[in-house]
């Protein structure tokens, strides 16, 4: 299941990172703030449970998260999105997943892995970008190998190649993303896009 996220703030912040003269620190905040919207959207997920509160009047009822939250950046460029999670649910654990693709299988390949524990909780897979969707799909198995059962990927730009393959391989695992671009280009660079994030995200770009 895809959902386009319509907000006004998030196209605003979508517009801001894909101008090319927008500088990395700016790209970086602004990516935060992008990343708190879409967060916001895919932690409807969550489940609660009621829990007793004391006011300055009275006790009351309200809520609390019945489900732990497990947010796991694609390395990179995924870090960049993590905050926005870690803005509502500061309790929540952070992994990190590595993945590159093997240039002769086109296969993607686990370069590094720290993932606390996943089973039962509601685990968000976030990079900014869903181009092919292989590196995509690679985490999301490799997760489900550790016991996740409840995933979500989050990512700022799709491509309609990666939404197609996340749904053959993944048919279980909603996709939350700020925009659905055009198409890949030839060197499977996302139109129109908005360039490697990850360079743009710590300046690494030439």
Do not use: W
């Not at 703030?9 to 602004?30: E, S, W």
């Not at 916001?40 to 997920?45: I, P």
């Not at 997943?97 to 993932?115: C, K, Q």
């Amino acid at each position: 299941m895809l959902t386009v996220v319509d907000h006004p703030l998030l196209a605003r912040a979508v517009t801001t990172l894909r101008d090319k003269r927008t500088p990395h620190g700016d790209f970086r905040r602004t990516l935060g703030d992008a990343a708190a919207i879409l967060a916001y959207e895919a932690l409807r997920s969550v489940r609660t449970e009621p829990t007793e509160v004391e006011t300055p009047l009275e006790t009351t009822e309200g809520v609390r998260l019945a489900d732990e939250v497990v947010v796991v950046p694609v390395l990179r460029a995924g870090l960049g999105l993590v905050d926005g999670f870690v803005r509502f649910v500061p309790e929540a654990r952070v992994g990190h997943l590595g993945m590159y693709r093997d240039e002769a299988t086109h296969r993607p390949v686990d370069y590094y892995s720290n993932i606390p524990p996943v089973r039962d909780a509601r685990v968000f897979v976030v990079d900014p970008m869903l181009a092919t969707g292989g590196s995509a799909a690679g985490a999301l198995s490799h997760l489900k190998q550790r016991g996740a059962n409840h995933l979500t990927f989050v990512c700022l730009v799709a491509a309609p190649e990666g939404v197609r393959r996340l749904e053959e391989y993944h048919p279980d695992v909603p996709v939350v993303t700020a925009a659905l671009d055009r198409e890949l280009d030839d060197k499977a660079y996302i139109r129109p896009g908005l360039g490697d994030a990850g360079d743009r995200i710590f300046g690494t770009q030439a």
